[in-house]
């Protein structure tokens, strides 16, 4: 994902020296469906420098609050596996109380529908939609 730079910038929310924040590319299993990166490469919190690990709480905090500003959502799920690329992508997932879909461990299964085709994916237009409003957010948010 790093390496295709038009196809990280279609889906960049807001970015600093060390953290990017990226709606899910398609097919997205929610709207709102967000990762926080690391902008170097690292494993996970393990791997943080000094200077990351100071941040990383309230960069995490500011991008959740983001997710729900925009998304309207109940609340924000926060996971990270570091399985699928070995690199510290962390998931915030909104959390909607009136889809079942998004709630607890429900959420990985309606990832893996997606992913295979079994479920659509949230359509294109709405996640352009919420990229275009998290973007205009996002400076609020991270108080630049």
């Given at each position: ?24 590319p ?94 659509p ?24």
């Amino acid at each position: 994902m790093h390496q295709n730079l038009s196809h990280l910038a279609e889906h960049e929310l807001w970015r600093s020296e060390r953290w990017l924040l990226r709606h899910h590319p398609q097919p997205s299993p929610l709207m709102g469906w967000c990762l926080l990166d690391s902008r170097r490469h690292l494993g996970g919190p393990i791997d943080f420098a000094p200077a990351e690990a100071r941040e990383w709480g309230l960069i995490v905090q500011q991008a959740a609050q983001l997710v729900k500003a925009v998304s309207d959502c109940d609340r924000v799920y926060a996971i990270a596996f570091g399985e699928g690329a070995r690199h510290l992508h962390l998931h915030l997932i909104p959390r909607h109380g009136d889809d079942d879909r998004s709630s607890a461990w429900s959420v990985a299964d309606l990832y893996r529908r997606v992913e295979a085709g079994a479920e659509p994916a949230a359509s294109a237009e709405r996640v352009q939609r919420f990229i275009a409003e998290a973007r205009a957010h996002a400076p609020a948010c991270f108080g630049a």
